[in-house]
């Protein structure tokens, strides 16, 4: 399954060629870890039995540059993912810079589900579950893999 940001240049199907009822894909602005997410990521692991996570960050990450920038004009309900998005950047000391942010972001998301679901704890730490954070850049079309998370 994949978590992935909800921007359209970020077309999971085709990035990892497969076809309709393939993937099991969860998506909102900057990939991020809330409620919904994690409701989904736990139904995909006790109802699908899946054991790979991806969670895939992008280049240009509207949410993330949001996080990283002085907001004041957003609705209530983006301010909120977006200062989620902040805090858990700043907390991990990474820089507020978009490029650099985008790179760590579904790493510290990953880490954020292991914290936050028990059942994403456990199997991940029973090796039931690898997740896997990757960055897709826009300009190589490539998936830039950042490292698996095993057992913490
Ligand atoms: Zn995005």
Request: hydrophobic fraction near 40%; glycine fraction near 4%.
């Given at each position: 399954m994949v978590l992935s940001c909800s921007d359209s240049r970020v077309p999971i199907e085709l990035l990892f060629d497969v076809g309709f009822g393939d993937v099991f894909v969860i998506r909102n602005a900057g990939n991020a870890c809330t409620e919904g997410s994690l409701a989904s990521i736990e139904y995909g692991l006790e109802g699908l039995n899946i054991n790979l996570l991806v969670v895939l960050g992008h280049e240009g990450c509207?949410?993330?540059?949001?996080?990283?920038?002085?907001?004041?004009?957003?609705?209530?309900?983006?301010?909120?993912?977006?200062?989620?998005?902040?805090?858990?950047?700043?907390?991990?000391?990474?820089?507020?810079?978009?490029?650099?942010?985008?790179?760590?972001?579904?790493?510290?998301?990953?880490?954020?589900?292991?914290?936050?679901?028990?059942?994403?704890?456990?199997?991940?730490?029973?090796?039931?579950?690898?997740?896997?954070?990757?960055?897709?850049?826009?300009?190589?079309?490539k998936i830039e893999w950042m490292g698996s998370i095993l057992k913490s």
């Open positions: 509207g949410a993330v540059a949001a996080a990283c920038a002085d907001h004041a004009s957003l609705s209530p309900s983006l301010c909120q993912l977006v200062l989620h998005l902040r805090q858990e950047l700043v907390s991990s000391a990474v820089p507020l810079d978009p490029e650099i942010a985008v790179r760590r972001h579904p790493e510290l998301t990953a880490r954020q589900l292991m914290r936050s679901s028990q059942l994403v704890r456990e199997r991940v730490n029973s090796g039931a579950l690898v997740i896997e954070p990757a960055c897709y850049t826009f300009d190589h079309g």
